[in-house]
C-alpha cells in the first residue's frame, strides 16, 4: 500500500477513460490504480486500499451492480462514485441499490468524463494530512472562524425572475487549513453535539445580517440549514421570534431548511414545535427532496410550506427528459399540496427557463449566483434582474 492518503481505485473496461483517470487523479497528488476486470478490481481493493472508488456499471463479464453488491457484502465503506454512459434513471436507480446495500454512493459521473467535473470531484474527496478534531472545531466556533456564505434565491414575478432572498451556508475558515466546506465538518458537528451553537452562531449572524441589508434598501429573505434532531426546545419559536424583532426583520422572512437526516427522537414534539414555527410564519421547507433522505411521508405530515428540489434533479435539466419529468410532477405535487417549490442546482439558462415554463416557483444554483461572502451580494443584487429576465 502506497502512504499516499489519497488512492484512487478506478474500474472501467475503456483504456482511454483509465488513462484519462489516471493522468488528472495523479496531478491532483492522488496514487492510482486501475482495473480493467472485475477480477482485477477485487485483487487491487485489497493490496491498494482506497480512498475513493470510480466504479464503471457497465463491465463485460460482471455489471457493475454485482460489483456494488459484492462491496456491500464484504462492508466496504469507502466513498465510491458510479460512472456510466447510460441514461441518468439507470444511474439513479444504482445508486439508490448501492446505498441500500449500506455504501457510501457519494454520486454518478455521466460518461464522457467532464474534466472539470472529475477534476471537483476529486478535490471535493481529497483528504488533507490532518483529521479534524470536535475540539477544533469548538475553538473555531469561539475563535470566530466560522463563516457565512451567501447563496441567491430567485423568485419568479410577473415581470421575471427576481432575487427575492439567499441561502445561508456555512464554512470554517481554518487558520491552516484554507476554507473548509460543510461536507466535511457538519458530520463532525452533528455526532460531537456542536452543530447546537454552530447553528445558534449561523441564526444570530445570518439574522444580523439581513437586518443590515434592510437597513440599506436591500430586503431579502433569508434561509438556513437545520438539522431536524436540533428541534426539541419548546421555546426556540419565541427566542427566534426575539432574535429577529431584535434586528427589525419579519418572522415571514426566515425559512428553516430541514433535511430528514436521522430518525427523530420525539417525532412528537419535533411535530409540535415545528408547527408552532409555522403558526408564528416561519417558513419551512423540506430541503433536498428526492435524495432519499427527504421523504413523501414527511411532506405529507409536517408543516412544511416549501419544497425543495434537490440539485442533483435542478443539474440534469435540459439534459435529461426523466429530470425534467420529475421536476414538472414535484412541481405539481407541491403546488397540490398547496406548498412552494424551489429548484437547487440550476447551472443553465436552459434550465432556468423551464423552470418559469413549468411554474416552480424559485429557483436557485450556479447560473443564478455562486455562494459568495455578504459584501458581494448588494453588488449582485443589483445586477440580476436585468440578467436574467426571461421566463416569469
Ligand atoms: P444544501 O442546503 O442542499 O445547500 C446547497 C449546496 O449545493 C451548497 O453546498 C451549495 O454550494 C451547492 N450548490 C448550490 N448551487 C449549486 C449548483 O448549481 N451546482 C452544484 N453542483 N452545487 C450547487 P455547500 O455549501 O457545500 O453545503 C452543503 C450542505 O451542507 C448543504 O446542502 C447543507 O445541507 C449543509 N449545510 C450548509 N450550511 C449549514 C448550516 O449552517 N447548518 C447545517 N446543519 N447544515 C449546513
Ligand atoms: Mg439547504
Ligand atoms: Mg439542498
Given at each position: 500500500?502506497?502512504?499516499?492518503?489519497?488512492?484512487?481505485?478506478?474500474?472501467?473496461?475503456?483504456?482511454?477513460?483509465?488513462?484519462?483517470?489516471?493522468?488528472?487523479?495523479?496531478?491532483?497528488?492522488?496514487?492510482?490504480?486501475?482495473?480493467?476486470?472485475?477480477?482485477?478490481?477485487?485483487?487491487?481493493?485489497?493490496?491498494?486500499?482506497?480512498?475513493?472508488?470510480?466504479?464503471?456499471?457497465?463491465?463485460?463479464?460482471?455489471?457493475?451492480?454485482?460489483?456494488?453488491?459484492?462491496?456491500?457484502?464484504?462492508?466496504?465503506?469507502?466513498?465510491?462514485?458510479?460512472?456510466?454512459?447510460?441514461?441518468?434513471?439507470?444511474?439513479?436507480?444504482?445508486?439508490?441499490?448501492?446505498?441500500?446495500?449500506?455504501?457510501?454512493?457519494?454520486?454518478?459521473?455521466?460518461?464522457?468524463?467532464?474534466?472539470?467535473?472529475?477534476?471537483?470531484?476529486?478535490?471535493?474527496?481529497?483528504?488533507?494530512?490532518?483529521?479534524?478534531?470536535?475540539?477544533?472545531?469548538?475553538?473555531?466556533?469561539?475563535?470566530?472562524?466560522?463563516?457565512?456564505?451567501?447563496?441567491?434565491?430567485?423568485?419568479?414575478?410577473?415581470?421575471?425572475?427576481?432575487?427575492?432572498?439567499?441561502?445561508?451556508?456555512?464554512?470554517?475558515?481554518?487558520?491552516?487549513?484554507?476554507?473548509?466546506?460543510?461536507?466535511?465538518?457538519?458530520?463532525?458537528?452533528?455526532?460531537?453535539?456542536?452543530?447546537?451553537?454552530?447553528?445558534?452562531?449561523?441564526?444570530?449572524?445570518?439574522?444580523?445580517?439581513?437586518?443590515?441589508?434592510?437597513?440599506?434598501?436591500?430586503?431579502?429573505?433569508?434561509?438556513?440549514n437545520m438539522s431536524p434532531k436540533l428541534v426539541?426546545?419548546?421555546?426556540?419559536?419565541?427566542?427566534?421570534?426575539?432574535?429577529?424583532?431584535?434586528?427589525?426583520?419579519?418572522?415571514?422572512?426566515?425559512?428553516l431548511e430541514i433535511t430528514e437526516s436521522a430518525a427523530l427522537e420525539?417525532p412528537?414534539?419535533t411535530m409540535?414545535?415545528l408547527?408552532?414555527?409555522?403558526?408564528?410564519?416561519?417558513?419551512l421547507s423540506l430541503d433536498d427532496f428526492g435524495t432519499g433522505y427527504s421523504s413523501l411521508t414527511q411532506l405529507y405530515r409536517m408543516?412544511f410550506?416549501?419544497l425543495k428540489?434537490d440539485?442533483?434533479?435542478?443539474?440534469?435539466?435540459?439534459?435529461?427528459?426523466?429530470?425534467?419529468?420529475?421536476?414538472?410532477?414535484?412541481?405539481?405535487?407541491?403546488?397540490?399540496?398547496?406548498?412552494?417549490?424551489?429548484?437547487?442546482?440550476?447551472?443553465?439558462?436552459?434550465?432556468?427557463?423551464?423552470?418559469?415554463?413549468?411554474?416552480?416557483?424559485?429557483?436557485?444554483?450556479?447560473?443564478?449566483?455562486?455562494?459568495?461572502?455578504?459584501?458581494?451580494?448588494?453588488?449582485?443584487?443589483?445586477?440580476?434582474?436585468?440578467?436574467?429576465?426571461?421566463?416569469?
Open positions: 500500500m502506497t502512504d499516499n492518503i489519497n488512492r484512487l481505485l478506478v474500474v472501467d473496461d475503456q483504456e482511454d477513460i483509465l488513462d484519462f483517470a489516471a493522468q488528472v487523479a495523479e496531478s491532483m497528488d492522488y496514487a492510482v490504480a486501475l482495473a480493467a476486470s472485475a477480477d482485477e478490481f477485487y485483487a487491487r481493493l485489497g493490496e491498494f486500499g482506497p480512498t475513493l472508488i470510480v466504479l464503471d456499471l457497465q463491465m463485460p463479464g460482471t455489471d457493475g451492480i454485482e460489483l456494488l453488491r459484492y462491496l456491500g457484502r464484504r462492508g466496504v465503506r469507502v466513498p465510491l462514485l458510479i460512472s456510466s454512459g447510460m441514461d441518468s434513471r439507470v444511474l439513479t436507480s444504482a445508486e439508490r441499490f448501492g446505498r441500500s446495500v449500506g455504501l457510501d454512493i457519494s454520486g454518478v459521473l455521466q460518461k464522457p468524463l467532464m474534466l472539470a467535473e472529475f477534476e471537483a470531484v476529486l478535490a471535493r474527496h481529497r483528504r488533507v494530512e490532518r483529521v479534524l478534531e470536535p475540539l477544533e472545531f469548538a475553538r473555531a466556533v469561539d475563535r470566530g472562524q466560522l463563516v457565512l456564505h451567501y447563496q441567491p434565491k430567485l423568485g419568479r414575478t410577473r415581470a421575471g425572475w427576481q432575487t427575492c432572498g439567499v441561502e445561508a451556508l456555512l464554512r470554517w475558515d481554518h487558520p491552516d487549513l484554507g476554507m473548509i466546506y460543510p461536507d466535511r465538518f457538519i458530520p463532525l458537528a452533528e455526532s460531537s453535539g456542536l452543530i447546537a451553537a454552530a447553528t445558534d452562531w449561523v441564526l444570530q449572524e445570518g439574522v444580523r445580517q439581513v437586518g443590515a441589508w434592510c437597513a440599506q434598501g436591500i430586503d431579502l429573505g433569508l434561509a438556513i426539541t426546545d419548546l421555546d426556540f419559536p419565541d427566542r427566534l421570534s426575539d432574535l429577529l424583532a431584535a434586528h427589525g426583520v419579519r418572522n415571514s422572512s426566515l425559512t420525539d412528537t414534539r409540535d414545535i408547527t408552532r414555527l409555522r403558526v408564528k410564519d416561519f417558513g408543516p410550506n416549501e428540489i440539485k442533483s434533479l435542478g443539474m440534469d435539466l435540459g439534459k435529461s427528459r426523466e429530470a425534467e419529468t420529475m421536476v414538472r410532477s414535484l412541481v405539481g405535487l407541491a403546488h397540490g399540496l398547496g406548498l412552494k417549490v424551489c429548484a437547487e442546482g440550476v447551472e443553465t439558462p436552459t434550465a432556468l427557463d423551464f423552470l418559469a415554463e413549468a411554474g416552480c416557483d424559485f429557483a436557485q444554483g450556479y447560473h443564478v449566483g455562486r455562494p459568495m461572502p455578504a459584501s458581494a451580494i448588494a453588488d449582485h443584487f443589483a445586477s440580476v434582474p436585468k440578467r436574467l429576465a426571461s421566463g416569469g
